[in-house]
């Protein structure tokens, strides 16, 4: 079993900063790409970003140059920094591990957290 906890999210006016982190727990080995994804109301869930263990990361256009993704191999965590923020931001915002190594002959695939909402008022 592999958990993914969440944190950081909230209120924020337009313009602002706010920074997410995203913990795996459980008997793990490693995570190949750890990354981020976004619902907002009446929408489909889409990709923010993602990282995988070499550090190669992927955004979509839209959060391009307002948004970066890190992580820590060591810890299992990822983070979302997200400057300049605007209302079309707002969403719950969800970490993503795939490909989660726990054992030789295990992997896990596409592990959710249970989502964080950010709001941005104008």
């Known amino acids: 079993q592999v958990q993914l906890v969440e944190s950081g999210g909230g209120l924020v006016q337009a313009g602002g900063s706010l920074g997410l982190s995203c913990a795996a727990s459980?008997?793990?080995?490693?995570?190949?790409?750890m990354g981020w994804y976004r619902q907002a109301p009446g929408k489909q869930r889409e990709l923010v970003a993602t990282?995988?263990?070499?550090?190669?990361?992927n955004y979509a256009d839209s959060v391009k140059g307002r948004f970066t993704i890190s992580r820590d191999n060591a810890k299992n965590t990822a983070f979302l920094q997200m400057n300049s923020l605007k209302p079309e931001d707002t969403a719950v915002y969800y970490c993503?591990?795939?490909?989660?190594?726990?054992?030789?002959?295990?992997?896990?695939?596409?592990?959710w957290g249970q989502g964080t909402q950010v709001t941005v008022s104008s």
């Open positions: 993503n591990a795939d490909r989660v190594v726990v054992s030789t002959t295990v992997i896990l695939y596409d592990q």
């Open positions: 990282i995988t263990r070499a550090g190669r990361t």
């Open positions: 459980g008997s793990i080995f490693n995570i190949n790409v």
